[in-house]
Nanobody, 126 residues
Framework: QVQLVESGGGLVQAGGSLRLSCAAS????????MGWFRQTPGKERDVVAA????????FYADSVKGRFTSSRDNAKNTVYLQMNSLKPEDTAIYYC???????????????????WGQGTQVTVSS
């Protein structure tokens, strides 16, 4: 099992940046593919980014491509989401998720993930 704790959310003006962190406890963090999702009230949880076991392969939703970057430090059991050029429409609760599965480098569907953090609020003001 793995426990996930996100941090780094907050209030930022449009055009600003934030870096979210997701710290994992438990063993064998490097065996988990990781994902970042976000959710706004009344909507489904959507994938933002996903990253492979090694961190060498990543996926980004079209809405954040070129602005967000995901990385991971397996020695620190942490995955990051660097968010630049933030827009008001990026306002959401952001979640990190983990899955121990093999066959693909990353996963983009909510139901593919087994473990979730509690979420961190990101608010972008215009």
């Amino acid at each position: 099992q793995v426990q996930l704790v996100e941090s780094g959310g907050g209030l930022v003006q449009a055009g600003g940046s934030l870096r979210l962190s997701c710290a994992a406890s438990g063993r064998a963090f490097s065996l988990y593919a990781m994902g970042w999702f976000r959710q706004t009230p009344g909507k489904e949880r959507d994938v933002v980014a996903a990253i492979s076991l090694s961190g060498r392969s990543t996926f980004y939703a079209d809405s954040v491509k070129g602005r967000f970057t995901s990385s991971r430090d397996n020695a620190k059991n942490t995955v990051y989401l660097q968010m630049n050029s933030l827009k008001p429409e990026d306002t959401a609760i952001y979640y990190c998720a983990a899955v121990q599965r093999y066959g693909r480098s990353w996963y983009t569907k909510e139901e593919e993930y087994d473990y979730w953090g509690q979420g961190t609020q990101v608010t972008v003001s215009s």
